[in-house]
């Protein structure tokens, strides 16, 4: 069946720009996390939804970071006023959400703030 | 901030030799997972251990977990040039769905 997919694969856009990128989690996943991994570093959590409400939002670093998932499906994390120190590899993952632990990544979006 | 610290940082060993990646962490947990990722995009899960588990296999890999010291490790036996990769470790905070804290990798490079 189909993973995680996650779009565009590479973004590049300048400082103070606007940007959108989109998470497709695996069908009939109902919870759906958003992490940030930068060069060197493991993923960092963002935000984690649990249907269409955010169920944890702590990881946002700032008001800039926003994201959504109105039906309870498609997510998509949004970023204000971007600046360099935005450029990363933006995961997306998701799970049954029944108490089952195991996540499913997405294969990312890298971002490139110029 | 992260849990997870992998030990070593980097590992290089010849094709069909072991290898062993070592993961502390922090807090108490309800289960560790280690994943692995090729070129820095998505991550693969690889095993998931509960806190009530010392011991799990899935085909090369056992993974071990010593809640008392808070520490896992993951061994790849007869290991491939394809297990080149990095492999992390992580953890939950609670219970059911939960955002995981990764550490920060253990580079594996296998030469053929």
């Known amino acids: 069946g189909a993973g995680v997919s996650q779009t565009p694969s590479n973004k590049v856009t300048e400082k103070g720009k606007y940007v959108e990128l989109r998470c497709d989690p695996i069908?009939?996943?109902?919870?759906l996390y958003w992490y940030r991994q930068s060069l060197g570093q493991g993923p960092e959590f963002l935000i984690y939804?649990?249907?269409?409400?955010?169920?944890?939002d702590s990881g946002l670093p700032n008001d800039r970071f926003f994201a959504v998932r109105p039906e309870g499906s498609v997510s998509t994390l949004k970023i204000q006023r971007t600046e360099r120190g935005d450029s990363a590899v933006y995961l997306c993952?998701?799970?049954?959400?029944?108490?089952?632990?195991?996540?499913?990544f997405g294969p990312g979006t890298r971002l490139l703030v110029l | 901030s992260q849990q997870g610290e992998e030990d070593p940082q980097a590992l290089s060993i010849q094709e069909g030799e072991n290898a062993t990646m070592n993961c502390s962490y922090k807090t108490s947990i309800n289960n560790l997972q280690w994943y692995r990722q090729n070129s820095g995009r998505g991550l693969v899960h690889l095993i998931l251990?509960?806190?009530?588990?010392r011991e799990k296999h899935s085909g090369r890999l056992r993974v071990t977990l010593d809640t008392s010291k808070k520490s896992s490790s993951l061994l790849i036996t007869a290991s491939r040039a394809a297990d080149t990769a990095s492999y992390f470790c992580?953890?939950?905070?609670?219970?059911?769905?939960?955002?995981?804290?990764f550490g920060k990798g253990t580079r594996l490079s296998v030469i053929a």
């Open positions: 939804f649990q249907g269409t409400g955010a169920a944890d």
């Open positions: 251990i509960r806190s009530n588990e």
């Open positions: 992580a953890t939950d905070r609670n219970s059911g769905n939960t955002p995981l804290v």
């Open positions: 993952a998701s799970s049954l959400g029944l108490g089952e632990e195991t996540q499913y």
């Open positions: 069908s009939g996943h109902t919870a």
